[in-house]
């Protein structure tokens, strides 16, 4: 069991991984108060939420309250599945890569693993292999083919992502 200390300190290190991660995932996210489709196609509103989205449009303060709610439980989901003690900005990226790839994904990803492994640099450089996106169409013969194509902008968020997890491999 996690002694008093311990949780306070994984609580203050959380609360400052949220304080870094929280404009990172609002500037690549982007920001709609009315529902539309991602790059994924996965119905989406305010800054990414896909959760229980309603055709209609959000306010202001619904899309900060659903996006503090959606952050704070991603960030405590990537926290339990990071080794204790990571540094800040580590949590932090993951925190960011989570919120746009699912919780699940960013902890069964390689780039945890090599988190766990203690390789921060290699990790965080892990993150850049999450660039693409699934794209399903018919070829010839009818037949649906799956491929999965490079978008700049993913790669730039994992650019940016992998950025702000190396100031904690030094």
């Given at each position: ?9 994984g ?25 539309y ?59 960011v ?74």
């Open positions: 069991m996690a002694s008093a200390k311990q949780t306070a300190g609580a203050a290190a959380l609360a400052a991984a949220l304080t870094l991660s929280g404009p990172a995932i609002q500037k690549w996210e982007g920001y709609a108060n009315d529902p489709w991602d790059l994924a196609h996965v119905r989406t509103v305010c800054w990414g939420e896909t959760r229980g989205v309603q055709e209609r449009r959000y306010s202001d303060a619904e899309c900060l309250a659903m996006f503090r709610n959606s952050q704070a439980e991603h960030g405590r989901e990537i926290q339990a599945c990071l080794p204790p003690l990571v540094p800040t900005p580590v949590l932090a990226a993951f925190i890569f989570g919120y746009n790839v699912g919780v699940a994904n960013a902890c069964r990803s390689t780039a945890a693993r090599r988190i766990w492994a203690g390789d921060v640099t290699s990790g965080c450089n892990g993150l850049l292999a999450w660039n693409k996106v699934r794209q399903v169409r018919r070829d010839a013969s009818g037949a649906f083919v799956t491929n999965y194509v490079v978008k700049q902008g993913l790669a730039n968020r994992r650019a940016a992502e992998r950025a702000l997890c190396l100031q904690g491999a030094a």
